[in-house]
């Protein structure tokens, strides 16, 4: 098990890597209302919010407020569920590049457990058992 919960973590830290680099690249952390721009951010906050990366976290990265994210990661939620032909299009290149690697997020309980600080941690620690996603326990 503590293969898997270095896997994760290397896992977690290249996915955060790769998107902080696309951001700079991209300069999706900069105000721009375009909407390329916007389905591009809502794409990789939801990438990263998928994999488990905090809400604070993934606004520092895109150099926004952790209530921009909720809203974001809402509105993304929504486009996808109308099948947004245009959020398809601007997102392409980028699910061509990151899908492939991190489209199935692997779950580790001992992650979990060592990283979890608050009630509400210990709250998804719970559902993600109910839900049985952990990678690294037998069901």
Request: charged share 30%.
């Amino acid at each position: 098990s503590k293969n898997i919960n270095n896997t994760n973590t290397n896992t977690m830290k290249e996915l955060r890597t790769e998107v902080h680099h696309m951001v700079m690249k991209l300069k999706l952390n900069v105000p721009n209302r375009k909407r390329s721009f916007i389905h591009k951010r809502f794409y990789l906050m939801s990438l990263l919010r998928v994999n488990g990366v905090k809400l604070k976290e993934i606004g520092s990265i895109f150099n926004q407020d952790h209530s921009t994210v909720v809203h974001g990661l809402k509105k993304y939620a929504d486009l996808r569920r109308f099948k947004d032909a245009l959020l398809d299009e601007d997102t392409r290149e980028l699910r061509e590049q990151f899908g492939g690697h991190f489209d199935k997020p692997v779950f580790s309980i001992i992650y979990d457990m060592r990283n979890a600080r608050n009630p509400y941690d210990f709250k998804v620690i719970r559902k993600r058992l109910d839900n049985q996603i952990y990678t690294d326990v037998k069901y």
